[in-house]
């Protein structure tokens, strides 16, 4: 077959919106963006897309097109039609009215007319699109990846966000960057795609960058679904910090309306989440011009365990789990690379070459990642209990004492953040599996029991922000339990107005040292 690519072509599941903004074009230039207007210039509408589709009664698909709802036709094949359509037995042409007409294939006057009625546009553009991913031979491997640990950074992450400049990180936003890293640093292969030359050959396009797309779901005002696909170009060569905002940014542009067609251009792999919405696993449709499709199912504890009670999993040490599939080009990807490629994956998200450290680290969180740990539960489970019932209550001494240690207190930066050894939970055998545990908490936010997650949140927003406290050499123990009363698990958010004038004091109190050193040089 002869290469024959149309201006859409780079644009790959978003040549529908082309389209759809041309027809908006068409009847009014100035109704579409400059960006738009510049794009069709000199467009030239594809003929066969704007041809209705009439030649057979198509099955109800959704956006995502799933494997097996078209019937595979040859591309570039005109559409065909049946001349009549039978007559249902049960209903009489003659007395077949208007109403009547679109259900039974039976005009007013008796006639007998085509069932269903024509896809035009952008409708018909993604029925070209669904039967053009036809021709593409895949496969897809699957995975389930645990997601505890993704878990419990992205909480740290968040939690340091709030308290500082804002903004959040989701699941998405971690997982799409392990698959850049995995495509750019392990598994290239998943970033070529397929070609025929101009000979009909068979070539390979090995792509020198990731252009990430990103399957965004979006709600019509009529309430219709339908789906942009923009594009995080160049991803590999950004940093987290640099993905997220790449990320958000193409985000508001979907919601505002303002993408552009360089925003839609340049995909080599798509990312898909129908996980947001409770999908288990899927197996998208993989379009031409990409070698490989990620869809990331729903995060959630195994099926089995849906109705068990949430101490009893803690106890028992259960993961949270995702489905991660990779739908790829067979013709240019085996099996066992996209099955390495899942496995890259799987180990960037349990910890694997600091990914969470770097990721922290271009966030500026001052803290180290939280690391994978397996579970530890011996078989005689009451003594193994009643010794991290002690570790437990070492933690919280060694917080009140040494939690100055690993506070925020370097507005430079200028060194990388670091666990003090006894403020680890590793040092005493507690794991990430002990966070969702109960456990004694001697009175700490005036609790009697606190899940060990809980108790270091209060802990480390107590003795570990941006101010350090150091007391328990103090020999009067009800100053130290005044001390703990007045930090631990109180709110410590400052109104602006309180702030201010604390700032105006700070100012005040400045000044004042500064003339008593002038004034009085060398007193004390």
Not at 91 to 118: H, L
Not at 121 to 131: D, H, K, L, Q
Not at 384 to 406: C, F, P, Y
Not at 463 to 488: L, N
Request: charged share 25%; hydrophobic share 35%; net charge negative.
């Amino acid at each position: 077959m002869a290469d024959s690519h149309t201006p859409t072509d780079a644009l790959g599941p978003n040549a529908w919106l082309v389209d759809e903004k041309y027809e908006q074009f068409l009847a009014d230039p100035n109704s579409v963006s400059e960006s738009w207007q510049d794009f069709f210039a000199d467009y030239q509408r594809d003929s066969d897309v704007t041809a209705s589709v009439t030649d057979k009664s198509l099955p109800a698909t959704g956006r995502t097109g799933e494997t097996g709802q078209l019937p595979a036709v040859k591309p570039g094949s005109p559409p065909t039609a049946p001349a009549t359509a039978p007559t249902p037995a049960s209903v009489p042409a003659a007395k077949a009215g208007p109403a009547e007409a679109k259900s039974t294939g039976i005009s007013a006057d008796g006639t007998a007319e085509i069932p269903g009625e024509p896809l035009r546009g952008a409708a018909a553009r993604i029925v070209a699109n669904m039967e053009a991913s036809l021709g593409v031979p895949t496969a897809t491997s699957f995975r389930e990846v645990p997601a505890k640990l993704l878990e419990v950074n992205r909480r740290v992450i968040n939690g340091y966000l709030t308290r500082t400049r804002g903004g959040k990180v989701s699941f998405t936003h971690l997982i799409g960057y392990a698959i850049v890293r995995a495509v750019a640093d392990s598994v290239p292969v998943m970033n070529n795609s397929y070609l025929e030359g101009p000979d009909g050959k068979p070539r390979v396009v090995r792509h020198p960058n990731v252009g990430l797309g990103l399957a965004v779901d979006v709600e019509k005002k009529d309430g219709s679904r339908t789906l942009f696909v923009p594009v995080i170009r160049d991803a590999d060569t950004l940093d987290f910090r640099g993905f997220w905002g790449a990320y958000e940014d193409l985000i508001r542009k979907v919601r505002s309306n303002k993408l552009t067609p360089d925003d839609f251009a340049g995909a080599t792999i798509t990312l898909t989440n129908p996980g947001t919405i409770g999908t288990v696993q899927s197996v998208p449709r993989l379009m031409q011009g990409q070698g490989a499709i990620i869809g990331v199912g729903r995060l959630d504890y195994p099926a089995a365990f849906a109705g068990s009670d949430p101490e009893a999993l803690a106890e028992f040490g259960l993961s949270k789990v995702m489905t991660v599939t990779s739908t790829y080009d067979h013709r240019i990807i085996q099996g066992a690379e996209s099955g390495l490629f899942l496995k890259r994956i799987q180990e960037l998200l349990m910890g694997s070459d600091d990914f969470y450290g770097k990721i922290f680290r271009s966030l500026g969180v001052p803290y180290e990642a939280v690391k994978w740990l397996p579970d530890e539960n011996p078989r005689d489970r009451e003594q193994a209990r009643l010794e991290k019932q002690v570790s437990v209550q070492t933690l919280i001494d060694q917080h009140r004492m040494r939690g100055h240690l690993i506070a925020d207190l370097d507005p430079l930066a200028w060194k990388e953040p670091h666990m003090h050894s006894e403020l680890d939970p590793a040092t005493y055998g507690l794991t990430i599996w002990d966070l969702e545990r109960e456990f004694l908490a001697g009175n700490v936010a005036g609790s009697d029991r606190m899940k060990l997650g809980d108790l270091l949140h209060v802990l480390r927003n107590a003795y570990c922000r941006t101010i350090g406290i150091e007391y328990m050499h103090i020999s009067e123990p009800e100053q130290k339990e005044w001390i703990q009363r007045h930090v631990e698990g109180v709110d410590d958010r400052i109104e602006p107005e309180e702030q201010r004038h604390i700032l105006g004091r700070l100012n005040a109190a400045e000044a004042f040292e500064k003339f008593l050193a002038t004034k009085y040089v060398g007193q004390k």
